[in-house]
């Protein structure tokens, strides 16, 4: 498979905690996107780190890149119930044909 | 700005039946991108147009699935006939270019029985 993989698979936690979760990914990129989706609803944007970018910052979301390991983490701060949902890394391939998504994580925040 | 459309939201079909779904992009975004994403997997990319032509259609199963984006707006997305292994969510997204945010819209839960 040319997906790339989240990991934990399902992460819990209190509210209040912080939560990382991890993606690794196999092709060579320009950029690597982060989403979230609820329980059945569609997908949305969180954040977009280019290659050339180590480390990015969107509110209390922090998003780092490792292009020689290919490997990106997603950290949530003070974490809250709303922020349950699943949480996928996504890669589009160079040309921009190709555009995966990863296994996803399970984000539970308990109150 | 209106988000992304589609319809219908929820479908249930017996297999060999055909279904077709509908999606209307965010305007002005040259992009649009149709996914299947089975319960517990992440989004699988069936194909994705460049206005009104297919960039790449690899992962969409010919046999059965086809997609059209007529005059680089609207697009559909047809099954015939489904297969039970189709039961899936159809999510559809659109973007101003290629690799760039994507923009989802509810999707549709297709259940073939």
């Known amino acids: 498979s040319q997906q790339g993989e989240e990991d934990p698979q399902a992460l819990s936690i209190q509210e209040g905690e912080n939560a990382t979760m991890n993606c690794s990914y196999k092709t060579s990129i320009n950029n690597l996107q982060w989403y979230r989706q609820n329980s059945g609803r569609g997908l949305v944007h969180l954040i977009l780190i280019r290659s050339n970018e180590r480390e990015k910052h969107s509110g209390r979301l922090r998003v780092t890149l490792d292009t020689s390991k290919k490997s990106s983490s997603l950290l949530i701060t003070a974490s809250r119930a709303a922020d349950t949902a699943s949480y996928f890394c996504a890669t589009p391939t160079n040309t921009g044909n190709q555009f995966y998504f990863g296994t996803g994580t399970s984000l539970t925040v308990i109150p | 700005e209106a988000g992304v459309a589609q319809s219908p939201r929820y479908k249930i079909i017996e297999k060999r039946q055909s279904v077709a779904f509908w999606c209307n992009p965010i305007?002005?975004?040259?992009?649009l991108y149709w996914y299947q994403q089975i319960l517990g997997q992440g989004p699988k990319l069936l194909i994705q147009?460049?206005?009104?032509?297919?960039?790449?259609d690899s992962q969409l199963p010919k046999d059965r699935f086809s997609a059209e984006r007529l005059k680089g707006v609207d697009s559909t997305l047809k099954i015939q006939p489904a297969k039970l292994e189709d039961s899936a969510v159809y999510l559809c997204?659109?973007?101003?270019?290629?690799?760039?945010?994507?923009?989802f819209g509810p999707g549709t839960r297709l259940t073939v029985l």
């Open positions: 997204a659109s973007s101003p270019n290629r690799g760039n945010t994507q923009y």
């Open positions: 305007s002005g975004h040259a992009t």
């Open positions: 147009f460049q206005n009104n032509g297919v960039v790449d």
